[in-house]
């Protein structure tokens, strides 16, 4: 039932979204702490636990699939509703500190992902294993989707 | 007569709309990536590009804060592209995580957080001061910015800031979660952005879920959600010790 993979993804976001008001209340934080990462590792622990009792169908995994596909276009209508206008409007100190702030992020980026000596790249990774980017996407002939 | 007709089925059909116009555009992206720039630009690039100009075109004509949803027709971008559909895609593609890999990139994890936030907070209150701000208050709200434009408004909001300051905040932010979404792609070689590990501590340092989570899928759709797996607490965490222990720093050194 692909209805079955929507709800288990809905159930999983409602849940980690409340989590995350949760936690924020109890920190007396005015924000969602976390909740989306809580909500990925409670699909990702959905999905392991469907693997082992042989529940998780083609039907399951095309309904997450399709909203995991469907996250580019989405990203895309985000940009779109920015207010672009302001940030571009509002000066040079914004110009300044957002510039700065991401050259200094980046060099970090960079010397930090290199601290424990070098790593595969995900293309040699999938050369040796196979798509990582699942199985969820072959058996439902996503693969056109997902690249 | 046609014409009033077609714009009241758009708004009747917001969000079927929306889909239609952002299929359109991944589509243009994709004939522009293959011929124009010989696939070298990713076809997400130019699609999150279109759409950031076409938020500027629609600030411009609306004068509104939301691009092109303050468009009455195409309202529906705004719902697509809102935090709702947002959370529920990225959370979507948890079901692609490598549970091992992830696992392993746990301290380093953390620790690209950490720096993802004193970082850009430091130096945003340090240009701040240099613009002449002196008061903790204000250089808290505007180094906030620097960290997303979430943290900043809400530490604002949480310190009592003045309005300029929280708006100045808030375009910091955006600012910087444009040029994460822009400037990946072409700075993906120079920072090793090219496996799940390099892609947590990107996620970690860099913050903004929709920069992250927009530069990555211009870069290599695979990495998404293993950044967007720690920028996800990168908010989180910034609100938390923003309005708390760096206000208090900052307000040691100032005194």
């Not at chain 1, 409670?42 to 699939?65: C, D, H, P, S």
């Not at chain 2, 994709?30 to 130019?46: E, Q």
């Not at chain 2, 705004?78 to 959370?87: E, Q």
Request: glycine residues 14%; contains cysteine.
């Amino acid at each position: 039932m692909v209805i079955a993979g929507v709800a288990l993804l809905a159930i999983c976001t409602i849940l980690g979204s409340y989590l995350g008001d949760l936690l924020g209340l109890t920190l007396g934080v005015k924000a969602n702490v976390g909740g989306v990462g809580l909500a990925m590792v409670m699909l990702i622990a959905a999905r392991a636990w469907l693997a082992r009792r042989g529940n998780l169908g083609e039907g399951v995994r095309f309904g997450v699939g399709f909203w995991g596909a469907m996250y580019i276009p989405i990203v895309v209508a985000m940009a779109a509703d920015q207010n672009v206008a302001a940030a571009i409007r509002s000066g040079p100190m914004v110009l300044v500190s957002a510039f700065g702030a991401v050259l200094i992020c980046f060099t970090a980026v960079a010397i930090v992902s290199r601290l424990s000596g070098p790593t595969e790249t995900i293309d040699q990774i999938e050369a040796r294993e196979g798509p990582l980017t699942p199985k969820v996407a072959q058996r439902d002939n996503l693969e056109g989707m997902t690249k | 007569m046609t014409v009033p007709l077609m714009i009241h089925t758009l708004q009747t059909n917001t969000l079927v709309t929306a889909f239609a116009l952002v299929g359109m555009v991944m589509w243009i992206s994709a004939v522009l990536s293959k011929y124009l720039t010989m696939g070298r630009v990713h076809g997400s690039a130019i699609a999150i590009m279109i759409g950031l100009a076409l938020a500027y075109a629609g600030g411009i004509i609306t004068g509104g804060k939301n691009g092109l949803a303050d468009l009455p027709a195409l309202s529906g971008i705004g719902l697509m592209g809102g935090g709702m559909l947002r959370d529920f895609a990225i959370v979507a593609t948890a079901f692609e995580v490598d549970v091992e890999r992830a696992r392993k990139a746990g301290l380093i994890g953390a620790l690209a957080l950490c720096l993802g936030i004193l970082l850009p907070f430091s130096f945003g209150v340090i240009i701040a001061r240099i613009f002449g701000y002196t008061d903790a208050v204000s250089l808290t709200t505007i180094g906030a910015g620097a960290v997303t434009y979430i943290v900043g408004p809400v530490t604002g909001a949480a310190l009592g800031s003045t309005s300029p300051v929280i708006a100045l905040s808030i375009a910091t932010g955006v600012f910087k979660a444009v040029l994460v979404m822009v400037a990946t792609p072409f700075a993906a070689r120079f920072i090793g952005l090219n496996n799940p590990r390099s892609a947590m501590v990107f996620g970690g340092l860099m913050g903004t879920v929709s920069g992250v989570s927009g530069g990555l899928a211009a870069t290599d759709r695979r990495l998404v959600p293993y950044g967007a797996l720690t920028a996800t607490f990168h908010t989180g965490v910034g609100c938390l010790i923003t309005p708390s222990i760096l206000y208090f720093v900052v307000g040691a050194i100032c005194k």
